[in-house]
């Protein structure tokens, strides 16, 4: 099976800063790594191709720079790796990206299975795995926590907010895959430096003949108007003692409130 994983060079950092001018994330100046969730969903990918043969390709949107990160990918069991990259691809919002991510993945081959992570640290809206699934006509299965390969099928492990859910897929497929859903290859420095640079290309807009009018900013719908901290709330409270008591304190909480008479 031809397996293709998704990852993005993202920020290292615990805390986001935001440009107040042009609202986007300030990178500049700050260590980057592979977006945790994707080094997840690689090895997952790995643990799949043991089970059914075949090859891993990484894909990433972005700088050349980006070629540390799928280094790292090679060095880890990727078979090869390619950056999309251009400054037309600048200011993609999801819709964006996921379109441009779509039309690289039709151009480099004819995949059975995508992997993405459910989410990155930095952009962290988790709609790009699913997105790209809708513009390939997959089958999709969000929040993979594990997955086999048995009897034709994929049987994954689902990871929801208070319950695991397995499902079976088969045909073509996206998963989104979790972060710490497994445990990641240690990738030795030997790796590193035994990485066939040959094996990454960088591609561009008019390789994946993607519509210019569908990417980078001109393709973005959204636009970012304002970002800002959202308020501290008041903190909750709990009721305690019987059920008569607890009602009657509400009452007396609402009434002070001013909603009952
Ligand atoms: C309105 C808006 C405007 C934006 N404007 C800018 C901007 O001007 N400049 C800028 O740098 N960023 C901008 N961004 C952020 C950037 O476009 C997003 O990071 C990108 O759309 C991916 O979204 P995400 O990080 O939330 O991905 P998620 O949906 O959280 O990611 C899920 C998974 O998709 C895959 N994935 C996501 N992005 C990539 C990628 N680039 N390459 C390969 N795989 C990927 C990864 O596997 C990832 O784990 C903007 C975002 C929005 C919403």
């Known amino acids: 099976m031809k397996y293709l994983v998704c990852i993005k060079q993202v920020p290292k950092i615990n805390k986001v800063s935001i440009d107040p001018i042009t609202k986007n994330l300030i990178r500049d100046g700050i260590k980057?790594?592979?977006?945790?969730?994707?080094?997840?969903?690689?090895?997952?990918?790995?643990?799949?191709?043991?089970q059914t043969g075949g090859s891993i390709a990484v894909l990433t949107m972005g700088p050349p720079q980006a070629i540390d990160s799928v280094k790292e990918c090679i060095a880890m069991g990727?078979?090869?790796g390619y950056i999309l990259s251009g400054h037309e691809f600048s200011g993609a919002d999801t819709l964006?990206?996921?379109?441009?991510?779509?039309?690289?993945?039709?151009y480099i081959g004819n995949f059975d299975v995508v992997l993405t992570g459910d989410r990155t640290l930095d952009g962290d809206t988790a709609q790009v795995g699913s997105e790209i699934a809708e513009f390939l006509n997959f089958n999709q299965a969000t929040f993979i926590k594990d997955a086999n390969f048995k009897d034709?099928?994929?049987?994954?492990?689902?990871?929801?907010?208070?319950?695991?859910?397995?499902?079976n897929l088969r045909g073509k497929v996206l998963f989104t895959v979790i972060k710490d859903a497994n445990e990641p290859v240690n990738i030795r420095k030997k790796d590193m430096e035994m990485v066939d640079e040959s094996k990454i290309k960088i591609i561009g807009s008019k390789d994946i003949g993607a519509d210019l009018e569908k990417i980078g900013t001109k393709g973005s719908p959204t636009m970012v108007l304002e970002t800002f901290s959202p308020k501290e709330h008041e903190k909750g409270f709990f009721l305690e003692g019987t059920n008569e008591k607890m009602v009657d304190k509400l009452i007396e909480i609402l009434k002070n409130e001013g909603f009952a008479g």
């Open 32 to 50: 980057t790594i592979i977006n945790p969730a994707d080094v997840n969903a690689l090895t997952l990918a790995l643990k799949l191709k043991s």
């Open 78 to 80: 990727a078979d090869e």
């Open 96 to 106: 964006a990206t996921s379109y441009s991510l779509y039309k690289a993945i039709e």
């Open 152 to 167: 034709g099928y994929f049987q994954v492990v689902r990871k929801l907010s208070d319950k695991l859910e397995k499902q």
